[in-house]
T-cell receptor, first 113, second 115 residues
Framework: AQTVTQSQPEMSVQEAETVTLSCTYD???????LFWYKQPPSRQMILVIR??????QNATENRFSVNFQKAAKSFSLKISDSQLGDAAMYFC??????????FGKGTLLTVNP | GAVVSQHPSWVICKSGTSVKIECRSL??????MFWYRQFPKQSLMLMAT?????????EQGVEKDKFLINHASLTLSTLTVTSAHPEDSSFYIC???????????FGDGTRLSIL
């Protein structure tokens, strides 16, 4: 079974600074997707960024980018120019051949003004 | 696009009653719907997967007689918590997908409180 590990239960960053959230996963599959979801206090699940495993190029969405290291099974999220609205729980998720999302335990991000 | 509407957003009921949560895909046909449970400060745990017109597939440890899932149409799935007890209190989230390798679109969740 696939597992997703987020080793940082909590992180904090100063407004306008950059922060990186870590995620590692374990799988024997070669084709899969990786996601970062944001869950603000409203508890709505918001897709931040998505990476297909077959793509070598790292995905980027505005201030959000990933560092995808397939051999190391690492998928970190970098948030640049952090904003107060970025404060939330962030979940890393794996999606493979069983078509089910496996979530990590989450990282609570605090943004300090 | 790809909006999933989940109702109610918050429900409080007495122990022993049954509660139904609806999940509707508003602008797409959800071939597959997923139901998750989330305890405070924890991650989402998949409860079951349902395909339109078929019986739901439950994850290990989830009581199928306690959590009844119906997916009778391509736009509606329901989760009924039967004979609910305080330990069933949790946050329940649904998501819908148009196909096996298509992304999941999440509802806004339902906070269930059993007194």
């Amino acid at each position: 079974a696939q597992t997703v590990t987020q080793s940082q239960p909590e992180m904090s960053v100063q407004e306008a600074e950059t922060v990186t959230l870590s995620c590692t996963y374990d799988t024997s599959e070669s084709d899969y997707y990786l996601f970062w979801y944001k869950q603000p206090p409203s508890r709505q699940m918001i897709l931040v960024i998505r990476q297909e495993a077959y793509k070598q190029q790292n995905a980027t969405e505005n201030r959000f980018s990933v560092n995808f290291q397939k051999a190391a099974k690492s998928f970190s999220l970098k948030i640049s120019d952090s904003q107060l609205g970025d404060a939330a729980m962030y979940f890393c998720a794996y999606w493979g051949s069983n078509y089910k999302l496996t979530f990590g335990k989450g990282t609570l991000l605090t943004v300090n003004p | 696009g790809a909006v999933v509407s989940q109702h109610p957003s918050w429900v409080i009921c007495k122990s022993g009653t049954s509660v139904k949560i609806e999940c509707r895909s508003l602008d797409f046909q959800a071939t597959t719907m997923f139901w998750y449970r989330q305890f405070p400060k924890q991650s989402l745990m998949l409860m079951a997967t349902s395909n339109e017109g078929s019986k739901a597939t439950y994850e290990q440890g989830v009581e199928k007689d306690k959590f009844l899932i119906n997916h009778a149409s391509l736009t509606l799935s329901t989760l009924t918590v039967t004979s609910a007890h305080p330990e069933d209190s949790s946050f329940y989230i649904c998501s819908g997908s148009t196909g096996e390798w298509e992304p999941q679109h999440f509802g806004d969740g339902t906070r269930l409180s059993i007194l």
